[in-house]
C-alpha cells in the first residue's frame, strides 16, 4: 500500500515538473510496470489472507472439534470411572458370595463324610443283613430238605402192614407231623397201649435214634364225648395219659433219649374235622407225633451274632 502512495505522489509531481515527455513516458512505463508488480503482489497477498483465514476457520473449527472431544472424553472417563467404582462393589460382592460358598462346601464335606460314613455302615448293616438271610434261608432249605427226606423215609417204613386212613404224614413248615389213629394204638377210653401199638412205635423210634438232631412231641387228641370214670377225671385228662403212655413206650421199649421226648394233651380241641358225624370224631381222637428240630439249634439260626464274618 506505501508503494502505491509514493507512485501517486511521484506522478503528481513528474506532471508538475518541466521533465521531457521522453522521461516523463518512461517513468510512466517503468511505474506502470511497478504498479502492475505491486498489483500481482498484492493480490499474492490476498490470496495468502484468504488462506491463511481459511486455515484459521479449519483451526477453529478443529479446536470446536477438540474441545467437543474432550468434554465427551471428560464425560467418559466420568462414566467410566462410576463404571469401576461399580465393578469393585461387585467384585466385593463376589468376594463375599465365594467366602460363604467356600463355607458352605465346608460344611458339605463336613456333612458328606458324615453321609459316607453312614452309607458304609447302612452297607454294612445290610450286607450282615444278607448274610444273615442267606443263613436262614440256607437252614430253611436244608431243614425242608431233611423233613423231606424223612417223611419219605417214614413212609417207606410204615408202609407194611398198616392201612393209609391209619397214618398220615404231612411236612409243615419247620417240622413232620404223624397223625395215629387212636384204633392203632388204644382200645376205646383207655389210655393202655393196645400189642399193634408196639410195632408202629418201634418204626417211628427207628427214625427218631437216627435224628439226634430231632426232638419228639407227642400230643394226644379226644372226640367230644365226656369221658370220666375212676382213673379218667376227663378229656383232657385221657389226652395226656396218652401222650404219656406213647412218651414211656418210646423211651423204655425202644432206646429213644428221655431228653427228645415231650408229652402234651390237647383234650377235644384243635379238632381236624366236624364232631356231629362219626366220621368225624374217628379223625379227631387220633395221638400226633411231631418231629421238629432241638429248639436250641432253632433259636441259634435266629441269632445275629451267629452270621459268619
Not at 211 to 227: C, S
Not at 264 to 271: K, P, S, V
Amino acid at each position: 500500500m506505501s508503494r502505491i502512495i509514493t507512485l501517486a505522489v511521484l506522478i503528481v509531481v513528474l506532471a508538475t515538473s518541466c521533465v521531457s515527455k521522453k522521461k516523463y513516458v518512461d517513468l510512466q512505463s517503468n511505474y506502470q510496470s511497478q504498479l502492475e508488480q505491486a498489483n500481482l503482489e498484492l493480490g499474492k497477498c490476498g490470496e495468502s489472507l484468504n488462506s491463511y483465514m481459511n486455515k484459521l476457520n479449519t483451526c477453529e473449527k478443529e479446536n470446536e472439534r477438540l474441545k467437543g472431544q474432550l468434554n465427551t472424553g471428560t464425560s467418559t472417563a466420568d462414566a467410566k470411572d462410576e463404571q469401576i467404582k461399580d465393578l469393585r462393589r461387585q467384585v466385593k460382592n463376589y468376594e463375599k458370595q465365594i467366602n460363604q460358598s467356600a463355607t458352605q462346601v465346608g460344611d458339605l464335606t463336613v456333612l458328606t463324610q458324615e453321609a459316607n460314613q453312614n452309607v458304609k455302615a447302612t452297607l454294612e448293616q445290610l450286607e450282615r443283613k444278607d448274610k444273615y438271610l442267606n443263613l436262614l434261608q440256607a437252614a430253611k432249605t436244608k431243614a425242608d430238605s431233611i423233613n423231606l427226606a424223612l417223611a419219605v423215609n417214614l413212609k417207606d417204613v410204615l408202609k407194611d402192614g398198616i392201612a393209609d386212613e391209619d397214618v398220615d404224614i404231612k411236612v409243615d413248615k419247620t417240622v413232620v407231623f404223624i397223625n395215629i389213629s387212636d384204633k392203632m394204638l388204644f382200645q376205646s377210653g383207655s389210655h393202655r397201649l393196645s400189642v399193634k401199638a408196639n410195632a408202629v412205635l418201634e418204626k417211628i423210634a427207628k427214625i427218631v435214634v437216627s435224628r439226634p438232631e430231632l426232638e419228639v412231641m407227642v400230643e394226644g387228641y379226644t372226640d367230644n364225648v365226656p369221658m370220666r370214670n375212676s382213673c379218667i377225671l376227663d378229656n383232657w385228662d385221657l389226652s395226656v395219659k396218652r401222650s404219656t403212655s406213647v412218651v414211656r413206650a418210646l423211651q423204655d421199649k425202644h432206646g429213644v433219649d428221655p431228653n427228645k421226648l415231650i408229652a402234651a394233651g390237647r383234650g377235644e380241641y384243635n379238632t381236624l374235622a366236624s364232631n356231629d358225624t362219626v366220621e368225624g370224631k374217628s379223625m379227631n381222637r387220633r395221638t400226633r407225633i411231631i418231629l421238629l428240630p432241638k429248639l436250641d439249634q432253632f433259636y441259634d439260626l435266629l441269632n445275629p451274632n451267629n452270621i459268619p464274618e
